[in-house]
T-cell receptor, first 115, second 113 residues
Framework: GAGVSQSPSNKVTEKGKDVELRCDPI?????LYWYRQSLGQGLEFLIY????????KSGLPSDRFSAERTGGSVSTLTIQRTQQEDSAVYLC?????????????FGEGSRLTVL | KQEVTQIPAALSVPEGENLVLNCSFT??????LQWFRQDPGKGLTSLLL?????REQTSGRLNASLDKSSGRSTLYIAASQPGDSATYLC????????????FGEGTQLTVNP
């Protein structure tokens, strides 16, 4: 597609369940980012993938959070044993850093509600 | 650690007014600075990107300036319209090659008809 695609757009789950959020970046974009935005808050960095380099995981809030990026394209963010404080909008962005300006393009986000 | 601050947090203006949104950052070693717009319940839309070597960028009624030495950027919106109502965020990318962005908390703009 033309833009960054995220799924699901909305997810309601029970506390303790695992969830997977998917991000399909813009074709050709080598960099992929995950951010989290809690209600009324700013964006919190989670993880950054750049090409084949080791990801920058320094923003992951706990070991319940993990992410992978297969084949340098699609990324999945997994939250295990969800807690109510995990409720937020999870935003994915991509950019073409190699030969590009580094401009970020965001998806519409996945809204996670943990009951 | 890079910190980004946006002032004001909220702004309400009548339609037609020119306005300025401010963004400041603590570490001047940036790769680029980007301004975004976020509508309620939506993702972020890129408005303008300024590389560290540039002083300003313009797109339509929007003009963004960058003063790296003082750690400041401004977003100027000319002849504001109700459709400009949204939250505006600035973000800086650190270092020499760019990586994760650090975001400000945003300015919530309301343009009243």
């Amino acid at each position: 597609g033309a833009g960054v695609s995220q799924s699901p757009s909305n997810k309601v789950t029970e506390k303790g369940k695992d969830v997977e959020l998917r991000c399909d970046p813009i074709s050709g974009h080598t960099a992929l980012y995950w951010y989290r935005q809690s209600l009324g808050q700013g964006l919190e960095f989670l993880i950054y993938f750049q090409g084949n380099s080791a990801p920058d995981k320094s923003g992951l809030p706990s070991d319940r959070f993990s992410a992978e990026r297969t084949g340098g394209s699609v990324s999945t963010l997994t939250i295990q044993r969800t807690q109510q404080e995990d409720s937020a909008v999870y935003l994915c962005a991509s950019s073409r850093t190699s030969g590009g300006t580094g401009e970020l393009f965001f998806g519409e986000g996945s809204r996670l509600t943990v009951l | 650690k890079q910190e980004v601050t946006q002032i004001p947090a909220a702004l309400s203006v009548p339609e037609g007014e020119n306005l300025v949104l401010n963004c400041s950052f603590t570490d001047s070693a940036i790769y680029n600075l980007q301004w975004f717009r976020q509508d309620p319940g939506k993702g972020l839309t890129s408005l303008l990107l300024i590389q560290s070597s540039q002083r300003e960028q313009t797109s339509g009624r929007l003009n963004a300036s960058l003063d790296k030495s003082s750690g400041r950027s401004t977003l100027y919106i000319a002849a504001s319209q109700p459709g400009d109502s949204a939250t505006y965020l600035c973000a800086v990318s650190p270092g020499t090659s760019g990586s994760r962005l650090t975001f400000g908390e945003g300015t919530q703009l309301t343009v009243n008809p």
